[in-house]
């Protein structure tokens, strides 16, 4: 039949992807993965594959060797991955920062937090007959996602005695291919490869996991709510969401579908995405009698990240709406005021519905309206000893990483951020209200904290103003800026003339602050370390020519046209004007316009020329060869 039907072994793995899990005593089972390869040998013995036919792949068990080219070797923190170039398993280096952060963060808290926690040191004392020197076990982890199982793998060889059992999980069975061939090559003993559906896994083995990866590709929404079960009460859940265009507000009725709150597409929405994806995160635990404590939070490049310790406890998850809050943002003037869903009273368990709003029906400041958005996680989205114990571990066993400097910077903006406010102003918005020359970041941060608030920047962006101090003031240091420094009165209608004409209370002082001085030895906000740095394809989709790389997108038909670089083909303006006295020494021509006319068609016609010689060059070639 094989040989009637041509079929080649990867279109037989195509058609046999068996996905059906056997739940035994609460643990997975991959029972008919042994007749999956059975079937795929002796295939491979009654219809050998072609030698010369192109994108075929040999499928053995754990291996995988292509007729093209062979896997390509990626090297990343201590491991090391072969990687096919025929994009059949996800692989973003972009990716980097996100796997070290995930590496520091589970060292941290296998160190710091998981080594004692009275629970778990407890339980293993029962186990070695009540030994006071019992020390706590590995973490057991679970990456839900594996693809090529490069984050296993990394665990596995980088933190040491502190990794238990890893279960590194794909529904794809060319990923499990992949990981099982990677898990090998870096002989790796603590590792299990499994193919299940990651949901179904994670729910039938709920207080399973110390740890708890979620890296998928897009929203991560649908796994959250078989996360939070999966992770022991005190461990670790990590949690990327790369669908940032939903999360920042360009798709407003994606968002709200997915993560249950209304974006707003301010100048703050990626730490507003940050914040939507935790309250995303707490609301899906709260339904089971969980509640999140946020250890460590950021935005990086095209992708949220959170890292959320999950606890059991039903007095907790009813204080939960005291830490969402909804967003009013002023139509006109950018000024953003919170609404807390809920007040709770210290001391006790009452929590009392949230009384507002907190702002009247148009702004005080420039009398527009407002938008409404959220409900948003209001609360700290970092633990300041958690950053510094992961600035130690950087500082010393962590040298090794290929991104450290940059983690460096952002672990520093991260413990410099008040921790107590929410979202931000954006100085070069605020100056393009009110049409005026934007201040230094120095002077600005000097005004408030000369009138007795706290100011520090946001981790997501360069130029952000993160204050206590309320919108009036904010507008009070503007108003002074901008007139001191000749901006013009605009039209009373309008919100930069409302602005300007409005009397300021404060009495502004740009004396340079000493606090407001940063410290210049520390990378806050590098650039792309090369161009075209985001988001790569999805797997099988294209086929890149590199690993990880994205120049997989079909060739022009037509060739593009170059532009015209000779500037002396354009009239110069100013000549005509008898401005311009540079004469031949000008990059434009001192010509009568009719003649750089004729000179421009004379260029552009020689270009269609020659694009139409290489066109008819091509087809000539296609058709000898055809």
Known sequence: MCSDMQLTHYQVMKSLRLNIVFIQGGHTVNSLMDLFWKIL????????????????????????????SGPVKISEGKAEILFTTQNEVFYNKVQELNRDFTVTALTTFGKHVHANDRKILKRARQLNDNDNN????????????????????????????????????DVSPEAVIAMKRNIAHNECQNITASTADACVLMCTNKNEFDVVDLDPYGTPAMFLDTAVQAVRSGGLLCVTATDLAVLAGNHIQACYGKYGGMPLKRVYCHEFALRLLLSCVDSHANRHGRYIKPLFSYKADFYVRVFVQVFQSLGEVQKTSSRRSYVYDCVGCHAFHLQKVGVHTPGTQQVAPG?????????????????????????????????????????GEGKYLGTIKRMTGMLTLAEEELPDIPL?????????????????????????????????????????????????????????????????????????????????????????????????????????????????????????????????????????????????????????????????SCRYSHNTKENNLENANTEAELNNSMVSSEILGESVTSDTAS
Request: a positive charge; charged letters at 25%.
């Open 355 to 395: 009384r507002g709003p907190p702002v009247s029906p148009n702004c005080e400041e420039c009398g527009r309206n407002f938008y409404i958005g959220g409900p948003i996680w209001s609360d700290p989205i970092h633990d300041t000893e958690f950053l510094g114990q992961m600035k130690e571990h950087l500082a």
């Open 134 to 169: 019992t020390k706590a076990p590995g973490l057991k982890v679970l990456e839900a996602l594996g693809a090529t199982g490069l984050r296993s793998v990394r665990f596995s060889k980088e933190l040491g005695s502190l990794a238990g059992r890893i279960t590194c999980n």
């Open 424 to 584: 931000f102003y954006e100085l070069s918005t605020l100056s393009k209200t009110i049409h005026c020359t934007c201040p230094p970041l120095a002077i600005f941060r000097s005004a408030i904290l000369n009138a007795g608030y706290r100011v520090s920047l946001s981790h997501v962006c360069p130029k952000s103003i993160k204050t206590n101090a309320p919108p009036s003031v904010v507008w009070d240091v503007m108003r002074r800026w901008a007139l001191d420094n000749g901006a013009k009165l605009r039209e009373p209608d309008t919100v930069a003339g409302i602005l300007l004409r409005k009397q300021p209370t404060l009495a502004v002082d740009f004396s340079l602050h000493p606090l407001a001085k940063q410290d210049p030895d520390v990378l806050r906000f590098p650039p792309n370390p090369e161009p075209h740095w985001g988001p790569k394809a999805r797997a099988g989709k294209r086929k890149p020519d590199s690993p990880g790389g994205d120049s997989g997108a079909k060739a022009r038909k037509t060739p593009k046209k170059e532009p015209l670089h000779d500037l002396k083909l354009f009239s110069c303006k100013r000549f005509e004007m008898n401005q311009c006295d540079l004469g031949d």
């Open 41 to 68: 040998e002796f295939l491979r013995k009654i219809h050998p594959p072609e030698e010369d036919s192109p994108n075929t792949s040999i499928c053995s068990r754990g291996t995988m060797t292509e007729s093209e």
